[in-house]
């Protein structure tokens, strides 16, 4: 089922391209790194469910980029642009092969159902 999205044709037009560029660097960014790299993890600081996904990661011995954008009380603006691009509403964001798969709780799951290592070693 697709997401909703309000269609461009609904923006009045002296404000597309301020929908359109706002934060864009942070967004491209992501984009190009799950471009580059098998796993990326996005994050935030001081966030303990972002260093969980890392911690298991590691423990995995899967090498991944991980990209971090302020913490709680900083940066929250910038973090918005890639809520509103992926639709996932909370950090960490984990790539695998460029597909979101979740966060933590869900790279746990895969993890424990053996698709993560299916994932792992179809990058």
Known sequence: MPRLILDEAKLHSSIRQVVSDIHRDIVEEVMKATEENAVVVVGMGQNPHCKKARQTLNRKGVVHQYLEYGNYLTLWRRR????????WPTFPMVFINGILIGGNDDLTELDKRGELDQMIAAS
């Open 80 to 87: 918005n642009a890639l809520k509103m691009w992926t639709g």
